[in-house]
């Protein structure tokens, strides 16, 4: 019984072909297609008013170098975005419950930032691995654990990424599960437990979508010291 609880979690397969592919294709087909006309309809009009707000909220704190992120960071947002929440309805997959493919998000992207940051600015990227006023018997060690830090960031990423949607499932699933059990043994309880199962998918709706926001935030400020 309690391995069942994690079968929502593997990645499905018909017929032998892993369908994470189609999982991950398949959100584009719910935005609608932008069009050459500036109000196309009350759909296209919204996303485009959250990209935009979105857009100046995250590049506000970035340099001008930085700007040209906006693009592949807005397009991760979306992209994460759809894919948690669309993870929430019934009889889906959610992709970014797998660390693999968090990693895969986040590995290449955290790697860009260092490298630009070591091509554009070698001596002030350098730099943070060691603060300055630092006393000298304690420089070895902070330079050690300030690069420990560094190689940690990626990990950090993908794993508080898959943790929350992970957690979050596997509750609202226990909960299902316990109301489900306790209806016809009792059915006050089993209201009340359908009802907190009610509030935890509103609360795991919000976290869909913070922590996309957050996912895409901490690479904005990673690009923000490298820039």
Same mark, same amino acid.
């Given at each position: 019984?309690?391995?069942? =609880? %994690?079968? &929502?979690? !593997?990645?499905? +397969?018909?017929?032998?072909? @892993?369908?994470?592919?189609?999982?991950?294709?398949? @959100?584009?087909?719910? %935005?609608?297609?932008?069009?050459?006309?500036?109000?196309?309809?009350?759909? $296209?009009?919204? &996303?485009?008013? =959250?990209?935009?707000?979105?857009?100046?909220?995250?590049?506000?704190?970035?340099?001008?170098?930085?700007?040209?992120?906006?693009?592949?960071?807005?397009?991760?947002?979306?992209?994460?975005?759809?894919?948690?929440?669309?993870?929430?309805? #019934?009889?889906?997959?959610?992709?970014?419950?797998? $660390?693999?493919?968090?990693?895969? $998000?986040?590995? #290449?992207?955290?790697?860009?930032?260092?490298?630009?940051?070591?091509?554009?600015?070698?001596? *002030?990227?350098?730099?943070?691995?060691? @603060?300055?006023?630092?006393?000298? @018997?304690?420089? #070895?060690?902070?330079?050690?654990?300030?690069?420990? +830090?560094?190689?940690?960031? #990626?990990?950090? $990423?993908?794993?508080?990424?898959?943790?929350?949607?992970?957690?979050?499932?596997?509750? *609202?699933?226990?909960?299902?599960?316990?109301? %489900?059990?306790?209806?016809?043994?009792?059915?006050?309880?089993?209201?009340?437990?359908?009802?907190?199962?009610?509030?935890?998918?509103?609360?795991?709706?919000?976290?869909? !979508?913070?922590?996309?926001?957050?996912?895409?935030?901490?690479?904005?400020?990673?690009? &923000?010291?490298?820039?």
């Amino acid at each position: 019984m309690t391995l069942s =609880f %994690f079968d &929502q979690f !593997m990645s499905p +397969s018909y017929l032998g072909i @892993p369908l994470m592919a189609l999982a991950l294709s398949l @959100p584009w087909i719910l %935005f609608p297609t932008p069009s050459a006309r500036w109000l196309n309809n009350r759909s $296209l009009t919204l &996303q485009n008013w =959250f990209i935009n707000r979105f857009t100046q909220q995250l590049l506000l704190p970035l340099n001008p170098g930085g700007h040209k992120w906006a693009l592949i960071l807005t397009s991760l947002m979306l992209f994460l975005i759809t894919l948690n929440m669309l993870g929430l309805l #019934p009889y889906t997959f959610t992709p970014t419950t797998q $660390l693999s493919l968090n990693m895969g $998000l986040a590995v #290449p992207l955290w790697l860009a930032t260092v490298i630009i940051g070591m091509r554009n600015q070698p001596t *002030i990227a350098l730099g943070h691995l060691l @603060p300055e006023g630092t006393p000298t @018997p304690l420089i #070895p060690v902070l330079i050690i654990i300030e690069t420990i +830090s560094l190689f940690i960031r #990626p990990l950090a $990423l993908g794993v508080r990424l898959t943790a929350n949607l992970t957690a979050g499932h596997l509750l *609202i699933q226990l909960i299902a599960t316990a109301a %489900f059990v306790l209806l016809p043994l009792m059915p006050t309880v089993a209201i009340l437990t359908a009802a907190l199962l009610f509030l935890l998918t509103l609360l795991e709706v919000a976290v869909a !979508m913070i922590q996309a926001y957050v996912f895409v935030l901490l690479l904005s400020l990673y690009l &923000q010291e490298n820039v």
